[in-house]
């Protein structure tokens, strides 16, 4: 009495089967619009659909970023532009989605991708990007297994390598003096990013990224006479920005557990299979925030000395009225007004149209995300 259920479970099956991992169906939907259908992957559904959403993106422009291959800063920009895979979405449908053995989950969606949307962030980037250069990023991760401190860290290894094949600048440890080692480490143990934020500004670096990790020995087990050692990792990742400090990301990352007949061997595998999880977070956020700063999105702090309560008041009305501001958050100390800005222009344009709009304003200088200025009477 089972036999058509198990028909429909074999049929379920071949079907899943017969689909190719990274497998697209491509067909023309429109001017400059094509639908393809595409296998994405995460360690939750989430994750696997915008995996799921990138590689639709990849597949369907592919004739166009593959003519692009050639260029300078070809990985930095593909990685960039697909970054904001949902964005050149028109729609798209989950045709199925299943957890896998090791906890991973899969989908399959069939999505409409605009070419012309890829095509057109794709230039805006490449202009950016001449204009600012490749962003430098130092990477400190404070390792424990046990309670004793690790010299090379897994985590913080397989970021720096993850970060450079998207084709960032990264501060390498060789390049750190020993008096800034142990400055970075002291700094991440009192979780102090202005410490690191000191150490990335001197080394040119536009972003910091800090954290800890740590494996635990968890019950040793005895299989068949052999002695299984087991280890338990964590980690937390933050990301900031040099010039501000502001914190992008704060990345949790979920337990892990690694199991091997010697115990280093045990403790690496866990901090490795912690490393995997959070290598590619990390670098999600960081080419979501850059492309946020090619395209001049985000916050700009802006910094005026000089000002009575009276004429900060007047600042904030004036601030509001300028079209690119699109909103105001400042505080009052000491004769300065310290200003957050949410613009959709990058600093250089913003401070143009500030000085446009506000006349008693004397900008004094700009940097990436920071506009410095006077209050002239």
Request: charged residues 25%; contains cysteine.
């Amino acid at each position: 009495m089972h036999k058509p259920l198990l028909i429909a479970s074999a049929l379920i099956a071949s079907a899943v089967l017969v689909l190719p991992a990274g497998g697209a169906d491509i067909t023309k939907v429109g001017e400059n619009l094509v639908e393809v259908s595409v296998n994405g992957s995460g360690m939750n559904k989430d994750d696997a659909l915008r995996d799921a959403m990138r590689n639709a993106v990849e597949k369907g422009a592919g004739t166009f970023i593959y003519s692009q291959s050639q260029t300078r800063d070809f990985v930095l920009i593909k990685d960039t532009v697909l970054a904001r895979s949902a964005g050149f979405i028109q729609s798209h449908e989950v045709i199925w989605g299943k957890y896998m053995d090791d906890g991973t989950c899969s989908v399959r969606i069939k999505a409409v991708v605009s070419i012309k949307g890829v095509e057109d962030t794709w230039g805006v980037v490449t202009t950016f990007l001449k204009q600012m250069g490749r962003p430098k990023i130092m990477v400190f991760i404070r390792e424990k297994i046990d309670r004793g401190l690790v010299e090379d860290s897994t985590v913080q290894t397989r970021i720096e390598n993850l970060l450079l094949k998207s084709g960032f600048l990264l501060v390498r440890k060789e390049q750190l003096k020993e008096i800034d080692k142990k400055d970075a480490a002291a700094a991440v143990a009192e979780d102090n990013p202005a410490k690191l934020q000191a150490i990335a500004k001197r080394f040119g670096a536009q972003l910091f990224i800090s954290g800890v990790a740590n494996a635990t020995a968890g019950v040793k087990k005895d299989i068949r006479g052999v002695i299984i050692y087991t280890y338990q990792s964590e980690a937390n990742v933050r990301c900031y920005r040099s010039d501000t400090a502001q914190l992008l990301s704060s990345i949790p990352g979920s337990s892990t557990r690694g199991a091997d007949r010697v115990w280093r061997s045990a403790a690496n595998r866990s901090l490795d299979a912690q490393a995997k999880r959070i290598a590619p977070a990390v670098r999600a956020d960081i080419l979501q925030f850059w492309q946020d700063v090619l395209s001049g999105r985000g916050e700009i702090q802006l910094h005026v000395e000089g000002v009575t309560f009276k004429q900060y008041t007047a600042l904030k009305k004036a601030l509001k009225q300028i079209k690119q501001v699109k909103d105001v958050t400042a505080r009052f100390a000491n004769n300065v007004a310290e200003c957050s800005l949410q613009a959709d222009v990058n600093a250089e344009i913003l401070a143009e149209k500030l000085v446009e709009g506000i006349s008693n304003l004397q900008i004094t200088d700009v940097s990436q995300n920071v506009i410095k200025a006077k209050y002239n009477e």
